[in-house]
């Protein structure tokens, strides 16, 4: 029976606080335009339900086109900022890994959050100019980033890997464990 390894070190923790790649980025982003989307949607169901069973009318999103325009603006600004305000991780970001963070690393704050979501469809129009400013700039920062004072890291949940790999029951002495994955010090 093979023994169990903790991961190396570079898969847990040699990316944590990198800036992240123009990929990572697009593919964290295109998970939560479906996230945004499937949300949208359900709740748009949810909503024509209850006012069918409350009400006995048939509401049809075809016929209130601006109506659903508007709720779709407000509620992908309340997707991303109150998720960004919050944690500074959307639901695509978390699942890849990635964190906005201020300029200098510290947690984005509210307004930052609120302007980087009022400025993203700026990075996005334009064929996309103000998301391959990413591919150049040294900290891969796209437009938004930079008018909102942000940047995006790798922000691996590194102390959870070790402490998972910690919790295995296998044959492995608690000393050789040790120099394995040295157990932490305090929150980090």
């Known amino acids: 029976m093979a023994m169990l390894q903790p991961p190396p070190p570079e898969m847990t923790v040699g990316r944590q606080g990198h800036y992240a790649g ?5 593919v964290a982003f295109g ?3 479906g996230a945004l989307w499937g949300l949208y949607t359900l709740g748009i169901y949810a909503v024509s339900l209850a006012i069918q069973l409350i009400g006995g009318k048939s ?3 075809s016929r209130h086109q601006i109506a659903g325009l508007i709720t779709l603006v407000v509620w992908s600004f309340v997707y ?3 998720q960004w305000a919050l944690s500074g991780k959307t639901i695509g970001m978390a699942l890849l890994g990635l964190q906005v963070v201020q300029a200098n690393g510290d947690p984005i704050r509210v307004r930052q959050a609120i302007t980087r979501t009022l400025v993203l469809p700026l990075s996005v129009a334009f064929l996309g100019l103000g998301l391959l400013m ?3 700039q040294k900290e891969r920062r796209a437009l938004h980033d930079l008018i909102a004072g942000t940047a995006v890291v790798y922000a691996w949940d590194a102390r959870a890997a070790r402490l998972r790999w ?3 029951k296998d044959p492995v002495a608690p000393s050789t464990r ?3 994955a040295p157990p932490l010090s305090g929150p980090t």
């Not at 123009?22 to 697009?26: F, G, I």
């Open 80 to 82: 991303f900022a109150y």
């Open 134 to 136: 990413a591919l150049v």
């Open 59 to 61: 509401v049809a999103l």
């Open 166 to 168: 910690l919790a295995q």
């Open 178 to 180: 040790a120099a394995i």
């Open 22 to 26: 123009v990929v990572s980025r697009l």
């Open 31 to 33: 998970v939560d335009i």
